[in-house]
């Protein structure tokens, strides 16, 4: 792939970074990513993955923009209120960067739908708020042998990892962690529960590094690591995760082979498990 004119100076301080390079800068136009939700983490998410030159970004929400989003969700502005999520997302990412090809799923995850969708990607990235999505996706990425960024907010909390499990034997997926779903109504959705907006910037930006990490192949993975930031404390830790050989998902006996089980739920919730 060679580069115009104008990419050679838009991706100049990418092309200069040894690590990237011209090699990786051309990577990165050749990829596709899959984004869950254009909120909170979907946002900074989408908005750094454009400029980044993510060749081509799908984008799966079947919201609308309402004005309790926009304290947070820094793709979408005032004038695009009541406009479905995506579309004004897409707009945004085009007025960043021509480069990018933007494809609009205005849907939402189901079990139906998601390995179909996730087969045109060669990553996906979990931006979504429901713990359903979470755990249909962490199956649909297994099954579909796509690794995974996922992060997750509440209140002043958030949680990061990388899942591919399917790779080799080693890697630990969501449910070596979280089991399964937590009861409904355990824990507060991000709407019940609130969420400082800029903690959403903070994890969706941190989940964009680690999408270009793994697009170019370079640093330490997180899969195998929980990152976890406690912003009123101003730490960050990172916890050590291993495959569990019980895993339903990816242990020794596995007893979710298909996603026919996500077929059942019903009841939503939002947030950190
Ligand atoms: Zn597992």
Redesign the pocket.
């Known amino acids: 792939m060679s580069f115009g004119e104008s990419q050679v100076e838009r991706y100049a301080r990418h092309i200069i970074l040894q690590e990237v390079g011209g090699q990786g800068q051309a990577k990165l136009l050749e990829s596709k990513v899959l984004i869950v939700g254009a909120g909170g983490l979907g946002s900074p998410l989408l908005l750094y993955l454009a400029a980044a030159g993510v060749g081509m970004l799908g984008i799966v929400d079947d919201d609308r923009v309402s004005l309790s989003n926009l304290q947070r969700q820094v793709i979408h502005t005032n004038d695009a209120l009541g406009v479905p999520k995506v579309e004004s997302a897409a707009r945004a990412i085009k007025a960043i960067n021509p480069d990018v090809a933007v494809m609009c799923h205005e849907e939402r995850l189901t079990a139906e739908n998601a390995l179909n969708l996730i087969s045109a990607y060669d990553l996906v990235a979990d931006g979504s708020d429901n713990f359903e999505t979470r755990f249909l996706l962490n199956d649909a990425c297994?099954f579909g042998r796509k690794t995974l960024v996922s992060a997750a907010i509440l209140r002043f909390d958030g949680q990061l990892s990388t899942y591919k499990?399917y790779a080799a034997k080693g890697q630990?997926?969501?449910?070596?962690i979280f089991r399964e779903p937590p009861p409904p109504g355990l824990i507060p959705s991000c709407a019940e529960g609130g969420i400082l907006g800029a903690v959403a910037g903070s994890m969706g930006s941190l989940q964009s590094t680690e999408v270009l990490k793994e697009l170019l192949g370079i640093g330490e993975s997180l899969s195998g690591t929980l990152l976890i930031y406690d912003a009123l404390g101003a730490t960050f830790r990172n916890v050590r995760i291993k495959?569990?050989p019980t895993?339903?998902?990816?242990?020794d006996n596995p007893t979710i082979t298909d996603l026919s089980s996500h077929l059942l739920a019903t009841d939503e919730v939002c947030a950190v498990p």
């Open positions: 297994y499990a630990p997926c969501y449910r070596c495959p569990d895993c339903p998902l990816c242990g």
